[in-house]
Structure formats: structure tokens, C-alpha cells
């Protein structure tokens, strides 16, 4: 599946498209894990908050699911 906008993208629109070509390149299927933000942002070269936001643009387009880290007490 490709993103296409009509108008100039972000940085995290831009950062999205890149981070969908890693999944699908890797061959991510439903239900793996996806690197950490860590690991993200030394890949796609972006900060913290790039990748957050292209994580929650491919979450609002039902491309991936992000769960809620579990804390240890």
C-alpha cells in the first residue's frame, strides 16, 4: 500500500512512507513486533517525535497497532 498526498508532506508524513517500505520490505506480518522508537529513529535518521507521529499516521490508517507498554511494579 502506498501514501500519496497531494500537497508537500511533513517530515513524519515522509517518515511514515518510509517506515511502511521498511515493514514491507522486511516482510512484517500481522502480530510482529515492530523495532522500538529507539531503534527507529537511529534507522530512519529522524528524532523521537518524527517517529512517533509516523507511527500514529500508519495507526490511524489501520496499517499497524500500537499497544500500550506494560509497567513493571
Known sequence: MEMK???KQT????TAQNLLEM??????????KL??????VETLGVGRNTVREALRILMSL???????PTRLR
Do not use: C, V
Open 5 to 7: 498526498y497531494t500537497e
Open 11 to 14: 517530515l513524519a508524513e515522509k
Open 23 to 32: 515493514i514491507q520490505e522486511k516482510g512484517y506480518g500481522a502480530g510482529d
Open 35 to 40: 523495532p522500538t522508537e529507539a531503534e527507529l
Open 62 to 68: 489501520s496499517l499497524i497497532h500500537i499497544s500500550e
